[in-house]
C-alpha cells in the first residue's frame, strides 16, 4: 500500500467493516440493502485501492491504516 491514505467511499469502509467481521457478499447486501453485485463492485475498488491482492491481505491492511479498528 503506497505511503499516502487512500480515500475510501462511505459505502467502501462499510463494506470493509462487514468483510472483516466475515460477512460474505450476500450477506453484506442484505445488510446494506444492495444488490450481490454492487458488493462485488466495492470489493473490487477496495482491493484496488488499497493495491491488495485478496480480502485477507485488503483486512490487515486496513487495520494498518487505521480504516479498521479492533
Known amino acids: 500500500m503506497s505511503k499516502s ?10 463494506v470493509l467493516d462487514l468483510l472483516s467481521r466475515g460477512c460474505s457478499s450476500k450477506d453484506i447486501a442484505e445488510k446494506l440493502f ?6 462485488e463492485y466495492h ?4 482491493l484496488r ?18 480504516y479498521l479498528d479492533l
Open 5 to 14: 491514505k487512500v480515500t475510501l467511499t462511505t459505502r467502501e469502509l462499510e
Open 34 to 39: 444492495i444488490s450481490s453485485n454492487t458488493v
Open 49 to 66: 485501492k488499497t493495491e491488495s491482492r485478496n480480502v485477507a491481505e485488503l483486512i490487515g491492511n486496513a487495520f494498518r491504516k487505521h
Open 43 to 46: 470489493r473490487k475498488q477496495l
